[in-house]
């Protein structure tokens, strides 16, 4: 079984940057993709950017341009970094993982509140 373990969420100020990582929990040598979902209060959960082994990365029209999301294929690690947040960027963040094959995994989620 792979876990999926994210960090960094927190409180931020309007304007402010954060980043967040996440690591799978052992060595896997057949990932397609790894990823950020999102889900605020009362929404459902959406995408916000994904990044193939090879480094196709895609992005929701919302935060494009001031997210960008990298990858360490050696750790099993994906990073998003996200800059100028406004309070809609306020969501328990989930890092995801998918397998060549469809198989997927996810995180337990870390919550990012931005907030004066």
């Known amino acids: 079984q792979v876990q999926l373990v994210e960090s960094g969420g927190g409180l931020v100020q309007p304007g402010g940057s954060l980043r967040l990582s996440c690591a799978a929990s052992?060595?896997?040598?057949?990932?397609?993709?790894m990823g950020w979902y999102r889900q605020a209060p009362g929404k459902q959960r959406e995408l916000v950017a994904t990044?193939?082994?090879?480094?196709?990365?895609n992005y929701a029209d919302s935060v494009k341009g001031r997210f960008t999301i990298s990858r360490d294929n050696a750790k099993n690690a994906v990073y998003l970094r996200s800059n100028s947040l406004k309070p809609e960027d306020t969501a328990v963040y989930y890092c995801?993982?998918?397998?060549?094959?469809?198989?997927?995994?996810w995180g337990k989620g870390t919550l990012v509140t931005i907030s004066s």
């Open positions: 990044i193939t082994t090879g480094g196709s990365t």
């Open positions: 052992r060595s896997i040598v057949n990932i397609y993709a």
């Open positions: 995801t993982l998918e397998l060549h094959g469809g198989m997927n995994y």
